[in-house]
């Protein structure tokens, strides 16, 4: 509709000019209903604005032509700043009554001549004008023709639910981390394996949890994957299977839950060995080979490197010892079945949070083994600590800093351990170390879905209605490396500081 | 715990409205069991509750003098705290009252002493004129003295008064004990006039007029005095009212635009502190939902429908303007996240349950992770606390002080058998100790914690301070 409407601005007078731009400012944003009318693609929310703005800059161009070039940069850059600081700013309608007022500045400076650094002045207040209206919310910003504002109004006002705003639910500073997760195998592409489509629905959903657990699972799904592969005539399977049947199978993978680090790491290794296959060795020989490395790899990096943590581990426990441990792992459990087992009597403490309450499952499955069992939630953590020995942790991976990364609130419970002068132990199998850093828990995350902390028929039922509220569900964070005082791996019992080198050693030489 | 069934629950406001029609004893009785059974929690409603309620014992009941006054209140307020213990809020106010009331005391008795120089306000004077008749005095007039000045606090008097004062006319006639320097005297002389020996042969006949003005005095300034406490209650009970609105007029100081500030569960004192904030700046709130005791009220909050607690009728909701609505983006994150966040947060800002002489605090589960990890990240920490609930209580134990919650809210039976073979914990408080919180805002202003004791002692007298463990008082 604008794009019909400049041309006869640029035709008539200057000062229309402003109006119609001022009105296209609202659509860049996305959020109006007049944005859903020109493009579709508007609509799509948090891409909307860089939609909307080559729009706007056309248009712009086509309405003032006898700029030279270098004024036109420099109006489009003072635009886009404008524009950059009302997206950043979280803003609130206080001026509802300035918006009218403001809107037909434009008008009352008519006698402006076209063109020039004045033009841009008049244009920026323009901007403003819509901005402050389209604050207030839809209706306002609507009103195209001013004299008839009143009855604008109620169109506006019965148009809107018909294409309701969307409102940017995502926090800030976790913008970059949001995926929209897969919930269903309706969209996947018919490259996946079956075994692959039902692993990734059991991640999405939790029921395989844990970056050991979902290692495991993801290798036995790509066994069957290379089982059932079989190579397309012209090609070899060093160069077909990585890209042509791997990748949809990791992608899709992916898009049910990012992809853990471990995985990251199992991935890379399963690339590297399909790479060294030889062409000229038969397919079914190649195959079973690479089934058979891992098959081997996981002997190697999980199941025996499981067996030996929790042996080390284990014999740390003494009797009488109160060792308190958070959420689940499972390589804390083998260890604290272990030292049971062997006929060490102690107390657990499993401290738990919210969403997931994995530590449920992990004072479920000791209790029922006859383990003297404490359990509280993160608000009882500094009551229970002064009686605590030692602290077990598991990990999501140990970052090349000698951080830790694991589920959100483990830094919590190490930093009251620290202060309470507790042993932080790590048990943590070589392949969930990575060379990757971390100095905060916002760079590498992965957010979950906002509605799992919703408990249903709570009075966060709706909370996407609510105007400015946003709901943050991280996975993980980090945990500084001063807290945590050994890590135990099947390489040995090592300080943080040792992470890059056994990193090298254990992923990188393979 | 269950949630709370509108309107028929007894509640703060049902307190209130039944402290009308019941009777002293029945009110306090009616006070203990709501605090027993947490039906009154939290230092506010607490706090209000018992100023209420003293204000209506000092009202109603009957006290000639302050020392019996103080004697009383003494005991409500022993058996008020007995009642809940952990909050502290109610000892304070009780401590406040006390202190009230002796300062009226000693205003009274300068003012008395300077305008009459009657023998009731000061001793001296009273025991410097009997002094050339001692010879004379029976042995039982040093029991009369004592128990004459009841502006002392001479808390074990005897209230029998009617058999001592038979006694000691006798004993007046007998001996020609001129009888005008008791009060006791007075009421029994006026009424047997014929009994007192006329003041020809006494020392004092002279003072045989004062026996009128002064029980005249005596009746009048009891009755001021009653006013003057009861006005001094009513002044804690506006000041309970306002206390957030004044703790809010400070926000503007605090918070610059486009910050980032990090509080948890549902305050309204906090609440109204951002509010007040976000009318002049806009910046973002990041709110710990301090799970599993305070979750559902903060959800409620943060959808906009935190109860405004000034709200008088029970029957309509009134809600506070919401933080939204007032401009600020709110972020709910879940109480594990926070360690995680706190690197993006500028300030922390607490509410808290009572505040200890030392500048520790009580405050709702989670506060002492959140002011933990703020003080790992060097992020400043608020503490908002109106002064009632700064205790001068300093206990060596911390963990006394902190109450423990239904673990079914925890571990519930829908866990099956997990509930009788573990041990479960869901304390409701924290302690947070001094030196994790930066700054105090109080309705006085700001504070370094180190600074409290200050506003402590300001606030309460050295000698009410124990008043509910008599064995601590010396």
């Known amino acids: ?127 403003k004008g819509s901005r402050t209206q389209q604050r207030t919310g839809g209706p306002v910003g609507n009103s195209r023709n001013l004299p008839f504002r009143g009855s604008q109004k109620v169109a506006a006002a019965t148009a809107a639910p018909v294409v309701p705003k ?136 999980v199941t025996y490197a499981d067996k030996l943590i929790a042996k080390k581990a284990a014999g740390k426990i003494k009797d009488g010892d109160v060792i308190m441990t958070y959420a689940k792992s499972s390589v804390v459990q083998r260890t604290l079945l272990r030292a049971f087992s062997k006929g060490k009597r102690f107390k657990v403490i499993v401290v ?159 | ?30 006070l ?18 018992t100023a209420e309620l003293l204000r209506i014992v000092v009202a109603r009941d009957r006290w000639t003098d302050l020392g019996k006054l103080i004697a009383h209140i003494q005991d409500v307020g022993r058996r008020l705290v007995e009642a809940q213990p952990r909050e502290l809020a109610v000892g304070n106010i009780v401590r406040r009252v006390l202190g009230m009331i002796r300062d009226e005391g000693n205003e009274d008795r300068k003012n008395e002493g300077s305008d009459s120089g009657s023998a009731t306000g000061s001793p001296q004077l009273e025991f410097s004129i009997p002094a050339p008749t001692t010879t004379k005095r029976p042995p039982s007039s040093s029991l009369r003295f004592a128990s004459t000045d009841g502006v002392h606090f001479t808390e074990d008097r005897p209230t029998t008064r009617p058999p001592l004062m038979t006694s000691h006319t006798s004993y007046a006639v007998a001996n020609n004990v001129p009888v005008q320097q008791s009060m006791f005297n007075l009421l029994s002389a006026t009424g047997s006039p014929n009994l007192t020996p006329s003041g020809a042969n006494s020392p004092h ?74 009318d002049k700046r806009k910046f973002t709130v990041i709110i710990a939902e301090s799970y599993p005791n305070d979750h559902e009220e903060t959800h409620l909050a943060v959808m906009g429908k935190m109860k405004d607690p000034e709200s008088e009728e029970e029957d309509k909701e009134t809600y506070l303007k919401s933080l939204q609505a007032a401009g600020i983006t709110v972020i ?26 030392n500048g520790g605090l009580v405050a709702a589960a989670g506060a002492r992770i959140i002011a933990r990890a703020a003080k790992a990240h060097r992020t400043p920490v608020i503490v908002l606390s109106g002064v009632y609930k700064l205790s001068p209580e300093h206990p060596f134990e911390f963990e006394s002080l902190i109450e423990y919650g239904d673990p079914g809210s925890i571990v519930g039976y829908e866990d099956g058998t997990l509930v009788e073979k573990m041990e479960v914990d869901n304390p409701l408080y924290d302690y947070v100790p001094p030196d994790l919180v930066d700054l105090y805002i109080t309705n006085l202003g700001s504070h370094a914690p180190s600074y409290l004791y200050r506003i402590v002692a300001d606030h309460y007298k050295p000698e009410d301070v124990n008043f509910n463990n008599p064995e601590l008082l010396f």
């Open chain 1, 1 to 127: 509709m604008p794009s019909t409407d400049s041309p006869s601005a640029v035709e008539t007078s200057q000062p229309e000019v402003a109006a119609p731009l001022a009105q296209t400012q609202p659509n860049g944003k996305g959020k109006q209903p007049e944005g859903a009318q020109q493009s579709s693609a508007n609509t799509e929310k948090s891409k909307s604005n860089s939609n909307g703005k080559p729009a706007g800059n056309a248009q712009e161009t086509s309405s003032t032509k006898k700029l030279t070039p270098a004024e036109l940069k420099k109006k489009a850059k003072e635009e886009k700043a404008a524009r950059r600081a009302q997206t950043v700013a979280a803003k609130e309608a206080e001026s509802a009554p300035a918006a009218p007022e403001l809107s037909p500045a434009g008008p009352s400076t008519v006698p402006q001549p076209a063109g020039g650094t004045s033009g841009s002045q008049q244009r920026g207040d323009g901007q």
């Open chain 1, 166 to 301: 969307k409102e940017d639910k995502t926090v800030e500073f976790f913008r970059h981390l949001y995926r929209q997760r897969t919930t269903s195998i309706a969209d996947a592409s018919k490259e996946v394996h079956p075994a692959v489509l039902a692993l990734g629905l059991q991640m999405g959903n939790y029921t395989i949890c844990g970056s050991c657990a979902r290692l495991v699972a993801m290798l036995q799904a790509f066994k069957s994957v290379i089982e059932a592969y079989t190579t397309p005539p012209g090609n070899s399977l060093t160069r077909h299977l990585t890209s042509h049947v791997l990748s949809p199978q990791i992608d899709y993978l992916a898009s049910c839950r990012p992809i853990s680090i471990s995985m990251g790491n199992a991935i890379r290794w399963l690339k590297l060995e399909i790479s060294k296959v030889d062409v000229d060795t038969p397919e079914a020989e190649a195959k079973k080979d690479l089934c058979g490395a891992i098959d081997v790899f996981l002997q190697e990096r």
């Open chain 1, 352 to 510: 738990d949070s919210r969403p997931l309450h994995e530590g449920k499952h992990l004072a479920a499955a000791l209790v029922n083994l006859g383990m003297d069992v404490q359990y509280c939630l993160l608000n009882g953590l500094v009551h229970v600590i002064q009686n605590v020995t030692k602290v077990l942790l598991g990990a999501h991976a140990m970052m090349s800093n000698g951080r830790l990364f694991a589920r959100v609130g483990t830094a919590i419970v190490a930093m009251e351990a620290n202060e309470a002068d507790k042993p932080v132990i790590v048990l943590c199998e070589t392949i969930k170390f990575t060379e990757r850093v971390a100095l905060d828990s916002i760079v590498h995350n992965e957010i979950a879905p906002a509605d799992e902390l919703v408990t249903p028929g709570g009075p966060l039922t709706n909370w996407e209605d609510m105007k400015k509220l946003q709901i943050c569900n991280m996975m993980y964070d980090v945990t500084p490396a001063e807290y945590l005082h050994m890590i135990v791996t099947e390489s040995g019992n090592v300080p943080p500081t040792a992470v890059p080198v056994l990193h090298r050693m254990g992923n990188e030489s393979g």
């Open chain 2, 1 to 30: 715990m269950t949630p709370t069934q509108k309107g028929y629950a007894p509640n703060l406001t049902v307190f209130k409205k039944s402290l009308k029609a019941a009777s002293v004893e029945t009110s306090i009785e009616n």
């Open chain 2, 32 to 49: 203990i069991s709501l605090l027993k059974r947490r039906q009154i929690k939290n230092s506010r409603p607490c706090a209000m509750a």
């Open chain 2, 205 to 278: 006949g002279d003072s045989t007029p004062h026996p009128f003005a002064l029980s005249e005095k005596m009746i009048n300034s009891t009755k001021d005095l009653r006013a003057e406490v009861v006005n001094g209650i009513e002044e804690i009970l506006d000041e309970l009212e306002q206390v957030d609105d004044q703790i809010a007029a400070y926000a503007l100081e605090h918070i610059h635009s486009n910050e980032v500030i990090l509080t948890h569960s549902s305050s309204v004192t906090v609440y109204k502190f951002l509010l007040k904030a976000a």
């Open chain 2, 332 to 357: 709910l994150v879940t109480d594990a996240s926070i360690f995680a966040i706190m690197s993006r947060v500028n300030k922390v800002i607490l509410a808290t349950h009572a505040v200890i002489a």
